[in-house]
């Protein structure tokens, strides 16, 4: 085997959060890019997946552990890498060639080459005609297009792509997809290797060699699949169907273990709080409608495909819904607790009712009412993200407040004013 | 011939860029002559400036010499923006780049550009009298600096807040693919700033006018600060009771704003419209006929072209930049730090030397000055409030019908730039002739020269009102009166509460020169800070003029403060239409 191109040994990753506290985001990753794949990275919103992109970009430094290329550590930016931005990213004050020369000027090339590797850069993704257009007048998969074309530009060994399809509609997507795997494939050309990461399990199967699956919180490698199918793949083929079917059982296991972690029950450890997963309530309301349309139940990845909700995204609610004790999910299925089926059977006054005797199963949502009482009815945003930064130092505190005021407000817990930035009785 | 000769000296490079569009000659007759009268200008100033100082400004009134009175006023007015331009390029890029100086600078600049500092304009001039004793060059300077004084701030802080919000991915694409510092600044940052900065800069520069007029016609007591300009030919014009050359310096006046509105702001917008980020606000695009002919003239694309060829080739830079990692070098900081503390120590010197010369100001004086800033503070919230009074309706009018807001906006823009106090003291001679007392017309004019601002935000305001929240009043059939109160009202509120704290902020500059006025040998006042000032600095009172320019300063600040700051807050949560 040859010399992996990149490789990350013991990367930690922390950025400084509020009050003085550090956000862990990257725990112990260690991880090879290899000559001549593609390497997919998944994992849920917020897992730290485009922060070991940017790792491996040198565009923020590790904490802890190091970042190789070729063997040498890296000090700033990665020489042979170029990135591929989910936003695009195009400077809209340049056309599209100024957006491809622009970074080539930055290297100092000398004109004639310059003119000419902007010139096949802008060829190889098929935009010839559009130099001159200004990047307000393309298309979104045109923009990308263009983005690509700026990353091969300064040919670079490894290609980095930050969710690069998500902001483009599914055909295009799918043309852009089967594009650079033709660009990939040239083997006489960079980019060797391409480090994608994406958030739909059918694309990291169409695309990779390897499928990187981050968890957790600090997230960590949680385990890496090989992808042995052959190219070109079909996604209607029975083992492309069965190991898109086996990444799903991974993700969903890592994220919804059967065995039952988030007990709605007083846990025995005082001080444990159960981090809030970040789910809206009409959210967790409509997985609910859903599932009863369904007969009380359904396969997850069903609810996934039908409401075309990214899974991650049906993954937090499922949680949420399961934290509050209204659904099971006994292996990938999801079905109606008995209290989920009262609560679906009642008036919205019955439904609040339950809602909040639900929420008082939390601990965190107890501990907000003490404060509350103990404060005689007033109490201050600011005090309250203290007090979640202390008792979660893992979770980010605002969004944490937010889901909170959000299922308090749903259970007429409590109420809360934005503008004083107080919680107060209903 | 000319052509000819351009094709040889740049060769066939020039070729590979040149648009498809038709250039056309004539055009290009145009630029030659638009040079060769900046080039004019420039020897006509050199000139003036070394002329020795005269007793009294010899001002020609026929109407022939205004065309070179207004070049007089133009350079002037270009001479401060760029050193304002300049300053903010600096100040502001420091303080973006450096924390430390962040802390400091960025509450100096949000007090300065709030304090009204037409109040310094006498300490200032005192100040380069002293130091300028032969020669124009001392009151030309100050001029100049007071112009500087009221442009720099606001466009210092549109760029700094520029910087600060580069959007995340376009500053990781200049680091990832390894611009430096300067190549960023150039291709990122400037750009991404340029359309704040040319709204700024619009703004700042009828603020310069207004003070340019004031300075030009400026005078203490017995003498006479006054520079030949337009504002200087009014003043002369007045004095004299000429009818006609007041006329002619109007014309002229407002011949040099729509000047400057047709043959600057209106390309320079048009342009800055491609620095526009995609996401922002679909507003109607706005259109130049300037800059379509420059666009098609062949010699502007070649000096541009020539200008851009011209960037020196550096060497190659090796890769991993020093900056990537966001890590100061000790250098730098040492440097920035030692930088700043020279600021901070001018300023506390400035500060102390300050107090040490009010402390010759009794109690019963600083009694007086209170109650005269009582007075002026008065007269600055009549005035916004007679303002909002006529604005409110005739704004909304406009800014909620598509059509006249097309229709009118351009008139309402010509006119607002004009600098209202070029007409202050013809109106006063006016209106007390009439009967008007100055303590009523001195409230008048500062409606005059402030209500623009109010009519221009409520005027955006309203047109930022939602459709969708309009059609829902007019379906469950609102009615006028409480289509007004419940959606119309609240809805510019934020854009009021802006148009308020830049209105008073005028009001409050223009308390300076209309408390006091000399006309004919004959000095008319009312009571007043602003008519202390003056005062104070013809008795040659330090004392006094620093402690009424301080109060008055120190009273803007804390209104802001106590009054402003908190609608504004409850402007941005309760009332913000798009949150």
């Known amino acids: 085997m040859t010399a992996p191109i990149c490789e990350l040994r013991g990367v930690q990753k922390h950025f400084p959060g509020s009050r003085g506290k550090d956000i862990r985001v990257l725990e112990d990753i260690n991880l090879k890019v290899l000559q001549d794949e593609i390497l997919c990275i998944l994992g849920p919103n917020g897992s730290g997946k485009s922060t070991l992109l940017r790792l491996i970009a040198g565009l923020t430094p590790p904490t802890n552990g190091e970042v190789r290329y070729h063997r040498n550590k890296l000090v700033g930016l990665n020489p042979g890498v170029a990135m591929v931005f989910q936003d695009f990213a195009l400077y809209p004050w340049m056309t599209v060639e100024e957006n491809v020369r622009v970074v080539l000027r930055a290297r100092d090339l000398p004109e004639e080459e310059l003119r000419e590797r902007a010139h096949q850069a802008i060829s190889k993704v098929g935009l010839e005609g559009f130099e001159e257009a200004f990047p307000r007048e393309l298309s979104r998969g045109f923009k990308q297009r263009v983005g690509v074309a700026r990353a091969l530009a300064v040919d670079p060994e490894v290609l980095v792509m930050d969710e690069p399809f998500s902001q483009v509609d599914a055909l295009t997507a799918e043309a852009l997809r089967a594009e650079l795997l033709d660009i990939w494939q040239d083997a006489e050309r960079n980019p060797n290797s391409i480090v994608v990461v994406s958030h739909s399990i059918r694309e990291a199967v169409l695309m990779s ?52 972690v988030t007990a709605p029950i007083p846990s025995k450890v005082p001080e444990a709080i159960e981090p809030l997963p970040h789910a809206a309530s009409p959210d967790i309301l409509g997985l609910l409608e859903f ?73 965190l949502f107890r501990v907000v009412r003490e404060m509350l009482q103990l404060r005689e009815g007033e109490l201050s945003k600011e005090e309250l993200l203290h007090e979640i930064t202390l008792r979660l130092p893992m979770e980010d505190a605002e969004e944490t407040f937010e889901t909170l005021v959000a299922w308090g407000r749903f259970g007429e817990l409590f109420a809360y004013r934005e503008e004083m930035e107080v919680l107060t009785f209903e | 011939m000319i052509n000819q000769f351009l094709n040889n000296a740049w060769g066939q490079a020039s070729n590979l860029f040149s648009a498809p569009i038709r250039r056309r000659r004539w055009v290009d007759l145009l630029v030659v002559a638009a040079l060769a009268g900046i080039v004019m200008g420039l020897v006509l100033v050199a000139r003036e400036w070394t002329v020795l100082q005269r007793p009294v400004v010899e001002i020609n009134l026929s109407p022939w010499a205004l065309p070179k009175y207004a070049i007089l006023s133009f350079a002037r007015a270009a001479v401060a923006f760029v050193i304002s331009a300049a300053f903010t390029l600096v100040v502001a890029y420091w303080a973006a780049r450096d924390p430390l100086a962040e802390r400091f600078l960025i509450p100096i600049l949000d007090t300065l550009q709030s304090v009204p500092l037409l109040a310094f304009m006498p300490v200032i001039l005192l100040a380069m009298m002293s130091l300028f004793r032969s020669s124009n060059v001392g009151i030309e300077l100050s001029a100049v600096i007071i112009i500087v004084t009221c442009q720099a701030w606001n466009m210092a802080f549109s760029f700094y807040q520029s910087l600060k919000t580069v959007p995340k991915e ?18 990122v940052e400037l750009p991404y700033a340029t359309p704040g900065l040319v709204w700024n800069s619009m703004v700042s520069v009828a603020n310069g006018w207004f003070f340019l007029m004031a300075a030009e016609a400026f005078k203490l007591g017995s003498r006479d600060f006054r520079l030949p300009g337009l504002g200087a030919y009014m003043s002369v014009a007045v004095d004299q009771g000429n009818v006609r050359a007041q006329v002619y310096a109007i014309v002229a006046m407002l011949t040099l704003v729509i000047l400057l509105d047709q043959l600057i702001w209106k390309p320079v917008v048009a342009w800055s419209q491609r620095f526009q980020m995609d996401d922002a606000v679909k507003v109607e695009k706005r259109r130049s006929w300037l800059l379509r002919l420059l666009r098609r003239s062949e010699i502007w694309m070649r000096v541009r072209r020539a200008v851009t060829n011209l960037v020196p080739k550096r060497q190659p830079r090796p890769l991993a930049p020093s900056d990537i990692s966001e890590e100061h070098t000790a250098f730098q900081r040492v440097l920035g ?23 010759g100001v009794s109690s019963h004086e600083w009694l007086r000055l209170l109650q005269a800033g009582g007075a002026s503070m008065a007269r600055v919230l009549t005035s916004t409030f007679l303002a909002t009074c006529w604005t409110l309706p005739v704004g909304l009018w406009i800014g909620l019908s598509p059509t006249w807001s097309r229709r009118l906006q351009p008139y309402v823009q010509v006119v607002a730039s004009f600098p209202a106090s070029i007409l202050f003291v013809a109106l006063i001679v006016a209106l007390q002739r009439v009967g008007v007392n100055l303590f009523s017309s001195s409230i008048l004019l500062m409606t005059i020269s402030t209500q623009w601002y109010l009519l221009f935000n409520i005027i955006a305001g309203a047109q930022a009102v939602p ?45 300076i020169i209309t408390e006091i006025v000399q006309f004919r040998g004959q000095t008319y006042t009312t009571f007043g800070l602003g008519a202390i000032v003056t005062q104070a600095a013809d008795e040659g009172n330090i004392p006094l003029l620093a402690a009424a320019a301080i109060l008055m300063a120190l009273l803007v600040v804390l209104f802001n403060r106590l009054v402003w700051a908190p609608l504004y807050r409850l402007a941005e949560t309760r009332y913000s239409v798009n949150r």
């Open chain 2, 170 to 187: 376009l500053d990781e694409v200049s680091r990832g693919f390894g611009m430096n510092w300067s190549q960023r600044l150039r291709w």
């Open chain 2, 467 to 511: 459709m969708n929240l309009r059609e829902a009043a007019k379906a469950y059939r609102f009615g006028l009166w409480k289509t007004s109160w419940k959606l119309y009202f609240p809805a510019i509120f934020p854009f009021l509460v802006t148009g308020w704290v830049t209105a008073t902020g005028g009001a409050w500059n223009a308390s």
């Open chain 2, 337 to 359: 730090g030692t930088m700043l503390i020279l600021v901070l120590l001018a300023l506390a010197f400035g500060g102390v030397k300050l107090v040490a010369v009010m402390a």
């Open chain 1, 291 to 363: 599932l009863e349309a369904q007969g009380g139940s359904c396969d997850l990845f069903q609810v996934a495909a039908q409401t075309h909700v990214p899974f991650e995204t049906v993954l937090t609610t499922v949680k949420a819904a399961e934290m509050l004790d209204f659904v099971e999910t006994p292996k990938r299925s999801l079905t109606f607790s008995p209290i989920g089926l009262r609560f679906m059977a009642g008036d919205m006054d019955k439904r609040k009712d339950i809602w909040r005797a639900q929420l008082l199963q939390l601990r």
């Open chain 1, 209 to 260: 060699d390897r499928i990187v699956i981050l968890s957790g919180n600090p997230a960590h490698i949680r385990t890496i699949i090989q992808n042995p199918l052959p190219r070109p793949r079909s996604s209607r083929a029975p083992e492309f169907l069965k190991l898109v079917d086996r990444v799903h059982d991974i993700i969903t296991s890592a994220e919804l273990p059967d065995v039952e």
